[in-house]
């Protein structure tokens, strides 16, 4: 018989499969002997079998609770339902992995017409009683019954301004007496029925409830957005109640046991006074710091930093903790791993290794890769002078500019147009999580650092400013002013997260650099790491950046960028629209030089590390104007000035574009495929490396060039395109007078050719897996028509996990990888091979990499950092064979 119902002493912190990610930690403190209300979880299996059994309760589920139930009753030495001794529970879903405010809860199940008045003689606090069975009426009655909290909210207020209240602690018990009849009618008029006055019918309704939130809209948009499989199912826990709202002697609070945006080793956090659960987060208050707690209650604050310093040591990791004060009690209500910014993720990491409480290695797992981004953004120039609007909390750091918007849905549509908008609302709820993935940032007009906006914009690495009361916001007429100035839907603001400042139109930014910590943890990361990180550079000043970052050599240079200038790009068209020869040299003989000078700068950036050279590889077209707008031009010129000089060059232009049109570019006539029909080009390209080498050379600066040829399929192909290269070295050589050291490979990026590599291997000294165009051709995908047109809807109704262009598609496309390193191996057990496509700065596709045994990854210098570091997390993982998982832990 399945055990379906778990009392808190009965769990551990080790169960989170089974009882959720809170039951498993409510279980585990209450194991440690911290002062948790008692209560019991009833396990994520017990939902599936709810949707198993089309939505019922089990019967050994609901034997099961009733069991715990009676155990509660006995523990706590009340009943639910006792007119005079009334048990009052929270029931709260939780899942595995922690979906904050995905779920709902329900707090005060337990209240009823005689239960409430049973609280009032026990409490002696009849408001405090009538106040918490109207809150449980308001909650049950959206949660349970579905009818919104709006028309509750309309009836308070309605009585605060017909009484002439501003707050609701000015309501008395009489008062609160009064909204329940009207809360009453609501719940009648909307359902047909009164308010289930059965507390066990409330119960087992308020289970029913928690289950089916599951698969609400909220908790779907979170699980995808996030990657967290909707097979897992929420546990659903009951617990006893504590009480915030009993006066001013009670409270309830969150905190972090350090500051979740700088990582500064402090509490952190907010609490408020005479409330309950909700109240803080929920923004509609604006809480006090914690430290003031400090003054207001001495002895709860000290025992709440001893409490939070031993949840820290105990779970080794930053903590996020919610409590409530009962009459000067302390209780713990839940703790978790605290969500945090990449700059405080390392600086946390570094310090509990200061502290002696993590290892290095430990400290290397605990900082998500993907984060970093967050720390390799741009943030506002020091020296761009400032014209503060207003001011807020600092809620997320960074910066970010984009046009006003004051609607979650019209932020995403204009976000998905590729226009960049903030989000300025009074505060927002999980329901405006897509209008936040569409925004640069977020800006709120009420809550604090731990409000909804703050902490989902925190996880997902946006700016946000939280509570800036100085802007009123109109979202009827789409404005928000400050004083006198008016700032209009759509204008141009800039925010600062990491100040809270809010300036208007757009300010100069500049580029990230690593902080010490940072650059600390990524020393660490060098030792753990086995395999090598390069970056795509295809200029000098990108290859500096990519050194700074730790770039241990460029792994593609891409050369037709070095054509794309816009002095350039006219003897490059001169080169194509040569009719002979000679024509075409006298064009080539004019871009030796400068792509000679571009290569000198990227050789002497990367400082004697290797620098990997890719020769032409984009179709010529490419590089010609675009066909309909040549039509246009001819067609006009033929009308108004049909003698003209120009009118003729403009149809012999026309002439070669119609020429080198292809019905599939992607699949045509590029790669080595060009470098076969015009070894010229090839042949001036390996020129410009080899006199750059030697250039180097002479003034003492080590060079390690390794040409590549693109685009290879058959071993043919790289064996003649070898041949021109080696050519090309013996003349420069000989010219020169100077040796230099070089080595020829290929790409792999044609199935053909992984599954050749054998042969391939013969002719290559290194093979460089393309990945991008890999996938392309295994899925054959065109990568734009796909992202474009059908990939999203794909991804939607998972036929493919992810999108294979930004994360490896390891079971197909890493089967050609491996394949063409083993194949290529057994030709040359020393073959040195890297990736260079996107996925080479994705954690995922760099796991992948170390366990096929590839020498480096390569990405873009901005990525090297993270790459830097998920190279060693996949080493340490491997090694110990830790399977840590991130994500939303
Ligand atoms: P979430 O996952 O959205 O944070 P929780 O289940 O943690 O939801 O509960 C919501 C709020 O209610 C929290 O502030 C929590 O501290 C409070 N709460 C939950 N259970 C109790 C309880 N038994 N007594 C007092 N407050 C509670
Ligand atoms: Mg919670
Ligand atoms: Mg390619």
């Known amino acids: 018989m399945e055990k379906f119902v778990y009392l808190f002493h009965e769990g551990n912190g080790n169960m989170r499969d089974l009882l959720g990610g809170k039951g498993a930690n409510l279980a585990e403190m209450t194991r440690i002997g911290l002062p948790v209300p008692y209560g019991f979880t009833i396990t994520t299996h017990a939902c599936n079998t709810y949707y198993e059994s089309n939505k019922t309760v089990p019967e050994l589920v609901e034997r099961q609770t009733l069991e715990a139930l009676a155990c509660l009753e006995e523990r706590m030495g009340k009943k639910l339902g006792d007119p005079l001794n009334p048990l009052l529970v929270s029931v709260r879903s939780g899942s595995v992995f922690s979906m904050p405010g995905m779920m709902d809860t329900i707090l005060n199940l337990g209240m009823n017409d005689e239960t409430v008045e049973g609280v009032a003689a026990l409490t002696n606090n009849p408001r405090f009683a009538f106040d918490s069975y109207r809150r449980f009426i308001q909650m049950f009655s959206n949660v349970v019954l579905n009818i919104d909290t709006f028309y509750f909210e309309q009836l308070l207020e309605e009585t605060r301004e017909q009484k002439g209240y501003v707050s609701d602690p000015e309501m008395t018990a009489e008062d609160w007496q009064e909204v329940i009849v009207g809360y009453k009618q609501i719940v009648k008029k909307h359902t047909r029925k009164d308010f289930p006055q059965n507390p066990k019918e409330q119960l087992f309704l308020a289970i029913n409830a928690v289950f089916d939130s599951w698969n609400n809209q909220r908790a779907i948009v979170y699980r995808r957005l ?19 709202n009993m006066g001013n002697d009670s409270g309830t609070g969150v905190a972090f046991t350090r500051n979740p945006s700088t990582g500064e080793p402090v509490l952190y956090g907010e609490y408020l006074i005479n409330a309950q659960g909700e109240d803080v987060v929920a923004g509609i208050r604006t809480p006090q710091p914690i430290a003031a707690l400090k003054e207001e209650m001495p002895e709860v604050y000290q025992q709440f930093t001893e409490t939070s310093h031993r949840l820290e040591q105990h779970y080794k990791e930053m903590q996020d903790i919610e409590f409530t004060v009962e009459r000067g009690k302390l209780f713990i209500l839940q703790t978790r791993n605290g969500k945090r910014t990449a700059q405080a993720a390392i600086r946390i990491a570094v310090d509990m290794v200061k502290e002696g409480i993590i290892d290095r290695r430990t400290a290397l797992l605990h900082v998500d890769p993907d984060q970093l981004n967050q720390l390799l953004h741009r943030r506002i120039d020091d020296t761009a002078t400032r014209k503060v609007l207003a001011k807020g909390l600092p809620a997320s750091p960074g910066a970010a500019t984009g046009q006003v918007v004051f609607d979650a849905d019209e932020a995403e549509q204009l976000g998905n147009e590729g226009t960049k908008v903030i989000l300025v609302r009074p505060e927002t709820t999980p329901d405006d999580i897509h209008g936040i993935v569409a925004s640069q940032g977020v800006l709120t007009s009420r809550g604090g650092m731990t409000s909804h906006a703050a902490v989902v914009a925190r996880g997902m690495g946006k700016a946000c400013i939280c ?25 141009t603001i800039t925010i600062d997260g990491s100040t809270g400042e809010i300036m208007l139109g757009e300010i100069s930014m500049i580029d990230p650099e690593l902080s010490p910590e940072f650059q600390l943890l990524l020393g660490w990361a060098d030792q753990e790491r086995k395999i090598g990180v390069r970056a795509n550079a295809d200029n000098p000043e990108d290859t500096k950046k990519a050194f700074e970052f730790g770039a241990e050599g460029v792994g593609l240079c891409r050369t037709e960028h070095m054509f794309m200038d816009q002095y350039r790009i006219p003897i490059v068209q001169k080169m194509i629209l040569a009719d002979n020869y000679e024509e075409r040299m006298e064009a080539l003989e004019q871009l030796l030089p400068m792509q000679q000078g571009d290569f000198e700068g990227i050789f002497e950036a990367m400082q004697g590390y290797p620098v990997t050279v890719r020769l032409l590889d984009p179709p010529l077209h490419e590089f010609l104007p675009y066909k309909e707008e040549l039509i246009v031009e001819v067609t006009k ?9 120009e009118l003729k060059q403009k149809e012999q232009l026309l002439k070669k574009v ?69 050519n090309a070295a013996s003349t420069v050589q000989e010219e020169t007078g100077t040796t230099i050291h070089y080595t020829i490979g290929t790409m792999i990026e044609i199935p053909r050719a992984a599954l050749t590599a054998d042969k391939i291997a013969e002719e290559a000294d290194f093979f460089s897996f393309g990945t991008n165009d890999l996938t392309q051709t295994t899925f054959g995908f065109s990568r734009d028509d796909a992202e474009g047109k059908f990939l999203q809807a794909y991804i939607e109704h998972k036929v493919l996990p992810e999108n294979p262009f930004a994360v490896l598609d390891q079971e197909g496309v890493g089967k050609l990888v491996e394949t063409g390193v083993q194949l290529g191996r057994l030709t040359k057990p020393s073959l040195k091979t890297g990736i260079c496509g996107e996925h080479g700065g994705e954690k995922s596709s760099i796991d992948f990499c170390y366990k096929t045994g590839l020498n480096y990854v390569s990405c873009s210098p901005y990525r090297v950092p993270l790459a830097r570091l998920a190279a060693a997390q996949a080493a340490i993982r491997h090694q110990e064979n830790k399977q840590e998982v991130f994500t939303t832990a």
Request: hydrophobic fraction near 40%; charged fraction near 25%.
């Open 637 to 645: 010129l033929q009308i108004l000035d049909p003698q003209s000089k």
């Open 658 to 726: 119609r020429q080198l049109d292809e019905f599939n570019p992607m699949l045509g006539h590029r790669g080595c495929r060009l470098g076969m029909t015009y070894p010229e080009i090839y042949d001036m390209q390996a020129k410009a490396i080899f006199y750059a080498a030697a250039k180097l050379a002479e003034k003492g600066i080590e060079v390690q060039p390794e040409i590549m040829i693109p685009l290879v399929g058959h071993v043919n192909e790289l064996k003649q395109m070898r041949q021109l290269v080696v």
């Open 226 to 244: 996030n990657k967290i499989p909707d097979h897992l199912g929420t546990a659903v826990n009951i617990q006893s109640m504590v009480f915030g």
């Open 467 to 491: 509570g800036c009361e100085a802007i009123k916001i109109d979202l009827r007429s789409k404005k928000f002013t400050v004083g006198d100035r008016v700032v209009h839907y759509r204008d």
